[in-house]
C-alpha cells in the first residue's frame, strides 16, 4: 500500500480564490485558538478572576473549533462544503458581536483591539463565501 493519496478529482480541487479564502479561515482560526489559550491560562487577565478569562477562552475555542470544520468542509469539496464554512462564518460573527459587546463593557484594550480587527475580517470572508455559494446555487459554480 502506498503512502501516497490519489489526486482530487477536477471538481473537488480548490481554485487560486478559494485558497486564498481557505487561507484566509485558516488565519481566523488560528487567532481564535491563541486567544482562547491565552484567556484560559489567565495570561491576558491575571488576577482578574477565573470566570473573565475562561468565559472568553471557551467562547473562542468553539468558535475556533467551528472555523475548522466549517474549513474542512470546503477544502474537502469547495462546491458542498461552500454553505458549511458560510455558517461557521456567520456563528463567529456572531461570536464575535457577542465578544465585542462584553468587551466594550470592561474587557482589557487587547481584547477590544483584537475583536475590532477580525470582525471585518471575519465579514469580508463571509462576503467572499456567500458569492461564491450565490454563483454555485445559480448553476455556475463557485467564482475564481
Not at 471585518?120 to 450565490?134: C, D, E, F, Q
Request: charged fraction near 10%; charge should be positive; aromatic fraction near 6%.
Amino acid at each position: 500500500m502506498s503512502a501516497m493519496t490519489a489526486p482530487r478529482p477536477p471538481s473537488s480541487q480548490l481554485s487560486t480564490g478559494d485558497r486564498r479564502l481557505a487561507a484566509l479561515m485558516a488565519f481566523e482560526a488560528a487567532t481564535l485558538a491563541v486567544f482562547a489559550v491565552l484567556h484560559l491560562s489567565g495570561v491576558l487577565h491575571p488576577g482578574s478572576g477565573a470566570a473573565n478569562g475562561y468565559g472568553a477562552g471557551f467562547a473562542e475555542a468553539i468558535i475556533c473549533l467551528a472555523l475548522v470544520l466549517g474549513l474542512r468542509a470546503f477544502v474537502r469539496s469547495p462546491a458542498r462544503g461552500r454553505l458549511t464554512a458560510l455558517a461557521a462564518t456567520v456563528f463567529a460573527i456572531l461570536g464575535f458581536i457577542v465578544g465585542l459587546t462584553f468587551t466594550v463593557h470592561g474587557g482589557a484594550p487587547i481584547d477590544l483591539i483584537y475583536h475590532a480587527t477580525m470582525f471585518p475580517v471575519l465579514i469580508v470572508t463571509a462576503l467572499m463565501l456567500g458569492r461564491g455559494a450565490g454563483a454555485a446555487a445559480l448553476g455556475g459554480g463557485p467564482r475564481d
